[in-house]
């Protein structure tokens, strides 16, 4: 799942505090007083700031120009019409006032951030780092500035440049629980899932109610195996927040990993409670459902994901192979063919298109649909077997001797190749061969005794067959 917390590029900026709307109603009184209030720029820099810690950024944008009209050479004024603008997208023109500020004032390290922060919502990345950098030679241990540089190298996935960048950053300050998010993010991508974990725990230890460090948390931990734990972390993320689909979704993805399907299709359902069109959710029902056997309910929810993403060749795959289960091989073939026109490199379709189409009678088609599986996957030592065993079928000797051949060398320790084998060589009879291929296939599979005796009642007896039946 992909990272869900994204820092807001404004997160040096003053949170909002306990101002109410009480004030805001002062400040529109102070402007309805008349030119002499309209005047007072202490007054519109309060009123700029509860609009701007409000969001409403067109709002503080008017009051800041009427700033700029009695402070034209004041560089924290064009900083913050900057910021306002940024915030707005109007992203150019927030450089336009950054650019102004630091003509002003050149010596600045936090307009050389907000522009850094600019400049990466541009994409102008290496523009970015530079900027960042700018501020860092003016103030070398300057935290904002390292911050925002470490999440831009984060964004680019230079996650060692960024850890780096962090580890500066909790050098000075232990305590900054957005550099152990930070740096417990990159760990994740860098594998070093014990140290992600780590640094998510300090980071909560300092910010205890963040529901997305919880779910990352989860994440890390479902991918270290540790199941339960992970339901854990989700378990936390949701009491913060209960409508958080992809908690929901990733606390079901665990359930199904340690068997507990129910309580995954709980889960699941819980995240399309909240995300109704949520693919991978209907996708994950009805796998669990499939493995359930309740194919009814996991067709529909393939359905309904088919319904929201018609090119989700993973959902006609899992319904394919319902109504395979179910032994209706025309849908399932239908579903198959659909899924390869949409994904014709996934061998796995090709498998099951091809031992629907063998059910059907459709041998010709089977056999081409094989040769596009070990096409696909050489190695695949059941696909060698079943292109084998078919050709045997058809009477293909040569060309099933080599495919059956080739399943035992992808696979030596597959019995049914060996079987096959042996029947081959029966028919050429070739009894030494014979004899060798099904020691193989008895030793690995005892049950084949039974089948070869079915198989071949007249052979019970003979000379070269009967000692190893008496094994």
Not at 20 to 29: G, I, N, T
Not at 193 to 198: D, F, I, M, P, W
Not at 390 to 405: F, K, M, N, R, V
């Amino acid at each position: 799942m992909a990272r869900i917390d994204n820092f807001d590029d404004d997160e040096h900026l003053p949170r909002p505090n306990d101002r109410s709307d009480d004030d805001l109603r002062r400040f529109r009184e102070q402007l309805r007083n008349g030119e002499k209030d309209i005047n007072n720029t202490e007054a519109l820099e309060e009123i700029i700031q509860f609009y701007f810690e409000h969001g409403q950024y067109e709002e503080a944008l008017s009051f800041v120009d009427r700033l700029l009209s009695f402070e034209p050479f004041s560089s924290d004024a064009w900083q913050r019409k900057g910021m306002i603008l940024n915030n707005l997208y109007r992203y150019e023109e927030a450089l336009a006032c950054y650019e102004k500020a630091l003509q002003l004032n050149p010596t600045d390290p936090e307009a050389f951030v907000n522009r850094g922060i600019t400049l990466d919502n541009l994409n102008r990345v290496e523009e970015a780092l530079q900027s960042f950098n700018s501020s860092l030679e003016l103030e070398p241990l300057y935290e904002d500035a390292l911050f925002h540089k470490g999440v831009t190298l984060e964004k680019q996935e230079r996650f060692e440049e960024a850890v780096t960048v962090f580890r500066i950053i909790l050098d000075i300050n232990p305590e900054h629980a957005d550099g152990w998010y930070e740096i417990g993010y990159c760990y994740d991508f860098l594998e070093k899932l014990e140290e992600s974990v780590r640094c998510y725990d300090e980071h909560l230890n300092r910010e205890p109610y963040n529901f997305n460090a919880w779910y990352n948390r989860g994440i890390v931990l479902n991918r270290l195996g540790q199941y339960t734990k992970s339901i854990d972390s989700y378990e936390m993320a949701l009491a913060i927040k209960e409508d958080f689909p992809s908690a929901w979704y990733n606390k079901g993805n665990a359930y199904a990993n340690l068997g507990r399907l129910y309580d995954a299709i709980e889960c699941f359902k819980m995240t399309l409670q909240f995300e109704p069109g949520d693919v991978p959710g209907w996708h994950n029902l009805g796998n669990a459902y499939e493995e359930l056997g309740q194919y009814k309910d996991a067709i529909s929810a393939f359905t309904n994901a088919l319904k929201y993403d018609e090119n989700h060749y993973e959902s006609y795959f899992g319904r394919g192979s319902c109504y395979d289960a179910m032994e209706q091989p025309k849908k399932a073939l239908l579903d198959y063919k659909k899924a390869i026109t949409i994904h014709p490199e996934y061998g796995d379709l090709w498998h099951a298109k091809a031992d629907a189409e063998y059910n059907l009678g459709c041998i010709e088609e089977c056999l081409e649909s094989y040769r596009m599986v070990v096409k696909l996957d050489p190695s695949n030592a059941e696909a060698w077997f079943d292109y084998g065993d078919t050709l045997y079928e058809t009477g293909e000797i040569t060309e099933a001797t080599e495919s059956l051949e080739r399943s035992v060398k992808e696979a030596p320790n597959f019995a049914p190749a060996h079987y096959t084998l042996a029947k081959i060589h029966i028919l050429l009879r070739e009894h030494k061969a014979a004899v060798a291929s099904l020691s193989k296939a008895f030793a690995l599979d005892p049950q084949l005794t039974k089948q070869f005796k079915k198989d071949y009642p007249d052979l019970k007896s003979h000379r070269d067959f009967a000692p190893l039946l008496k094994k």
